[in-house]
């Protein structure tokens, strides 16, 4: 039922819920986090989120503040290292596959993503994160059929053997995050390893407040595993998510593979991406854009309305569940004219607020004071991982790749991507 312009009403389950698609009542929804927050996801019945993508309140607050200068932007450089180690892992890989015909890129860009996470956030390797990532992946497929029964009342505490599984797997991950989690705290106790990425961070956060109040008073261990576990799956899934999608495109269209080649070779010839130069990529930040407004990998976002409030004129009793549906305002007509679902990074020719005449309707990441913390990292790893590629290759789609894109919490190619990559030079790797 649509109540007003761009407001619908609609039930999950029991729960009421309103889509919520106008631009104002959205800056409201982000802005106002004590009134909107973010729903508990327990209350859906499914174990695989944690930290900061659900807690609330002051607690988040805090963890952020312990987190935010890992994301410093000047802090990321070792996004950039760890990305070129790990792309020219999958380079090498994939000159000797696409010798023998088509190369499916998607699992290898779930891959590289993990790795890069691990190599800059947690001073690991894919080969540690491996399990983790492939147990999380279980988990969020696990989690998608829940949600399907979701409405049903009680389901959630019934003993079913999707449950057992999922909690199996809850442990598992806790498991090994533990074991990355202590090896680090007892080579910092020891005084070999003083590293500033993520981990660090949560770590010195953890040994400062018991140092200080001789008690656990702030981020207690468990804490630090649950950070550890939100960001593998936060980092890592919508990373390959956007990588993914952009070769898709820029295989159907050719033009703009041209276009971003040449940009990557006047900025940086066939030498190895840097920090700095990653800023003066243009062309790729526009089809960077276009591919996040048609294929946001986070396609929607919730909040819950925890008293009694306003949004706009109306009234919103408590209990009441608000979707925004990113990707449809990301395809919304009235906003982005008649080819709002064409691909055209031009329309991000003169910038993002141009392009969206100031109004709250280009939002890939959220918005607001809980928008995504790795909003940085992930530009810089696609933009460096995108440079190699178009450094190395000329990409095609095959003849049997279907156009599928299906909603697994993210957006992805059901079945696979397989390309055609031509080697664009005789030697492939990239100069230092
Ligand atoms: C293309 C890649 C990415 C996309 C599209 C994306 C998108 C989003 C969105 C839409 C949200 C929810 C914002 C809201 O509800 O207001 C979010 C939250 C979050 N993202 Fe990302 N994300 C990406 C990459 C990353 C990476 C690489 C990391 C970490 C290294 C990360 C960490 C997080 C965290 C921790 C949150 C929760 C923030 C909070 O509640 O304070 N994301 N992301």
């Not at 696990?142 to 505490?157: C, D, E, N, R």
């Not at 939100?230 to 990373?239: D, M, R, Y």
Request: charged share 25%.
């Amino acid at each position: 039922m649509v109540i007003a312009g761009k407001l619908c009403f609609t039930w999950f389950g029991p729960t009421p819920v309103l889509n919520i698609m106008d631009s104002d009542m959205l800056k409201e929804i982000f802005s106002r986090i004590n009134e909107f927050e973010k729903p508990h996801p327990k209350a859906i019945g499914d174990l695989f989120i944690s930290g900061l993508l659900e807690i609330e309140g002051e607690k988040w607050a805090k963890h952020r503040k312990i987190i935010n200068p890992a994301f410093h932007y000047e802090k990321l450089k070792n996004v950039v290292t760890a990305t070129c180690s790990s792309c020219e892992e999958m380079i090498r890989g994939w000159e000797k596959q696409c010798l023998a015909g088509e190369v499916d890129v998607w699992p290898p860009l779930q891959h590289l993503t993990g790795d890069v996470l691990y190599r800059a956030a947690f001073g690991g390797n894919y080969d540690q994160a491996k399990s983790i990532i492939l147990l999380q992946q279980e988990q969020m497929s696990l989690t998608y059929k829940v949600l399907q029964f979701a409405f049903i009342p009680g389901w959630s505490l019934l003993p079913t053997k999707l449950q057992k599984r999922m909690k199996e797997i809850d442990h598992k991950v806790r498991g090994l995050l533990e074991d990355v989690v202590t090896k680090r705290e007892k080579a910092m106790k020891e005084g070999g390893v003083d590293e500033d990425d993520l981990l660090g961070l949560l770590l010195k956060s953890n040994m400062k407040e018991i140092q200080e109040s001789g008690h656990q008073k702030g981020m207690s261990i468990e804490d630090v595993i649950q950070e550890c576990k939100a960001f593998n799956l936060a980092g890592q899934e919508s990373a390959s998510v956007l990588l993914t999608w952009t070769l898709i495109l820029l295989s159907k269209y050719q033009d703009w593979q041209d276009r971003a080649r040449e940009e990557v070779l006047r900025v940086f010839g066939n030498n190895k991406p840097d920090f700095d130069g990653l800023s003066r990529l243009k062309i790729v930040s526009m089809i960077l854009n276009e591919v996040l407004r048609l294929y946001p990998p986070v396609f929607m976002t919730m909040r819950t309305v925890h008293k009694k409030t306003k949004l706009g004129d109306i009234q919103i009793p408590p209990g009441v569940l608000l979707f925004v549906p990113i990707i449809l305002i990301h395809h919304d007509p009235e906003i982005w004219g008649d080819d709002a679902k064409e691909f055209n990074p031009d329309r991000f020719s003169e910038g993002v607020s141009k392009s969206t005449k100031n109004k709250l309707c280009f939002f890939p990441f959220g918005s607001g004071p809980r928008t995504c913390i790795g909003q940085n990292f992930a530009f810089l790893e696609t933009k460096v991982a995108l440079t190699l590629i178009l450094q190395s290759f000329k990409v095609q789609l095959s003849p049997s790749y279907k156009h599928v894109p299906i909603p697994l919490f993210t957006i992805h190619p059901q079945y696979g991507v397989p390309l055609i990559l031509t080697r664009i030079r005789s030697n492939s790797l990239i100069r230092n």
